[in-house]
Each structure stands twice: as structure tokens, then as C-alpha cells.
């Protein structure tokens, strides 16, 4: 029979198991060379960010008492000698006023467990969300740049004056911009409502999954529409693209339009609450 494990084993567990649950590389008990001396951490978080690796201490703290300045000093001192990017002390019971002092303007994040899953999740979902801006970016480029008339001639938007708006690009991507707008704000449900009729996945989201569901359907079948129109312009000699890339993090004009809907909506909500 199995010896039952202790409520710090666990808690310390729990902890590594979250963080392995959000796509990082976690690892208990482990023993880290500092400046002076070696050390005994709880919980050693790998992760990257942006390109870079990051190094995150965690004090995996399962006591039934508030955490002391004492021990935000000490394990302020540890991280620092070891190099780390950020340490996290994970309290059962949370903090004294003092702890927070010592922790305010250092790289220590003083949390309960509770805490600690809603900040990493937003972290993740923060990271997500610009992963498809990006993308969002690249296929606009593609598509803004052909002709007018060659995006009509490839099913890439419906003809002007035409009420048969089978697919339109620039809709879709106004659409799937103001969708990550709402999303980073947490306004959910989202309603994702297009007059075109060549659309995937459904019209209003209720949660960050649905939304990224949502994304992958439809940006796919756009990435598909892309490439076969562009086939077919290169088969015809037509494909003449005038190629320029809009810088990562700069405004798109589907990002503009969808922040003037995200407005609209605002105001919308105002008008009906008065």
C-alpha cells in the first residue's frame, strides 16, 4: 500500500503540473548553483518568451500562516544569486503587508495558487492572441496586395455593386481583428456576425477555445483561398503582387476598422443601458 504523500509534496506538484499545463518546462525539487553557494528550489520553470529563455524560481510555500518579510528578503537573495528572470513565493494562506512591502519594485511575484493559474493564463492567452495578430498581418499583406479587379477576378471579394457577397476578404479580416480586440479585453460572448456567405465555425464565441477554434477555420480556408487564387493568377500571367510587408506590431487597416467597430459597440451598449 502506497504511503500517503504530504499536503507540501502536493502542493509543490500541483504547482509544477500547472505550469507544465501552459506549454512551460517545469521541475521539482531541484538544486541550483547560486554565486556563493547552492540552493534547494521547490519548483524551476523553463520558458520562452518572444525568442528568449526565462528562468522562473518558485517557493512553493504550504503553510497554514501568512508569509513574512523575512522570507521575501531571503528568497529575494536566492534569485538574484542564481540569475533567475522572475521568483514566485505560492502561499496557502497568503501574505503579510511587510511581505508585499519587501516584494514591491523586485522580480518577485508574491501569489496564492489561485492567483498564480489566473495570471499565467492570461500570460498564455496574451501570447496566443498576438501569434494571430501576426498571422492576421501577414495574410492581409497578401491579400491588399492585389488589384482591385484582380481580387474580384479570383473569388478574393464579390464584384461592386453585387448583393452576392459569397467571400470577402477584407470583411473577414476586420472581422477576426475585432474578434482578438474583444478577446484581449475579456468581452465575452463575441458576436462574430459577417454578410458574407462563404464563412466557417459560429457567429457568436463564449470562450477563449471557441474563439481560437474559430480563428483556425476561418484564417485556414483564407490562407487556402489565397493560395489558390494566386495559383491561378500566376497560371493566367496575372500575378503581380505589389509586395510590402507592414512591420510586426504596426496598425493594419483591418485593425483600424475594427477598432471603430469596437466603438460603435461600446456606445451601442451605453445607448441601451441609459
Known amino acids: ?56 524560481l518558485v517557493e512553493a510555500k504550504c503553510w497554514n500562516s501568512k508569509i513574512t518579510k523575512d522570507k521575501v528578503l531571503t528568497f529575494h537573495s536566492i534569485v538574484e544569486q542564481i540569475g533567475a528572470d522572475s521568483g514566485f513565493i505560492i502561499s496557502k494562506k497568503g501574505f503579510q503587508k511587510g511581505a508585499y512591502e519587501a516584494a514591491n519594485n523586485t522580480c518577485i511575484r508574491l501569489k496564492t495558487f489561485e492567483e498564480l493559474k489566473i495570471d499565467t493564463s492570461d ?44 467571400f470577402v476578404g477584407q470583411e473577414l479580416l476586420t472581422t477576426a481583428e475585432y474578434a482578438l480586440l474583444e478577446a484581449s479585453a475579456k468581452n465575452y460572448p463575441i458576436d462574430l456576425t459577417m454578410h458574407m456567405t462563404e464563412r466557417k ?16 477555420l476561418n484564417l485556414n480556408h483564407f490562407d487556402e483561398k489565397l493560395l489558390v487564387a494566386e495559383w491561378a493568377m500566376s497560371k493566367d500571367g496575372k500575378y503581380n503582387p505589389d509586395n510590402v510587408l507592414t512591420p510586426i506590431g504596426e496598425m493594419t487597416s483591418g485593425r483600424r476598422t475594427a477598432l471603430i467597430m469596437q466603438e460603435a459597440e461600446k456606445i451601442k451598449k451605453i445607448t441601451r443601458s441609459n
Open 201 to 216: 465555425g459560429k457567429l457568436v464565441v463564449n470562450s477563449f477555445q471557441q474563439l481560437i477554434n474559430w480563428l483556425n
Open 1 to 56: 500500500m502506497s504511503e500517503e504523500k504530504p499536503e507540501w509534496y502536493k502542493f509543490q506538484e500541483e504547482i509544477k503540473e500547472h505550469f507544465l499545463s501552459i506549454g512551460a518546462d517545469a521541475e521539482t525539487n531541484v538544486t541550483m548553483q547560486g554565486v556563493r553557494t547552492s540552493h534547494d528550489i521547490d519548483v524551476v520553470v523553463k520558458t520562452k518568451f518572444l525568442g528568449d529563455e526565462l528562468l522562473w
Open 123 to 166: 500570460y498564455v492567452e496574451d501570447k496566443i492572441l498576438k501569434s494571430y495578430r501576426d498571422r492576421i498581418a501577414r495574410i492581409d499583406d497578401r491579400y491588399w496586395a492585389h488589384k482591385k479587379a484582380i481580387r474580384i477576378e479570383y473569388g478574393l471579394r464579390h464584384e461592386v455593386p453585387s448583393m452576392n457577397w459569397l
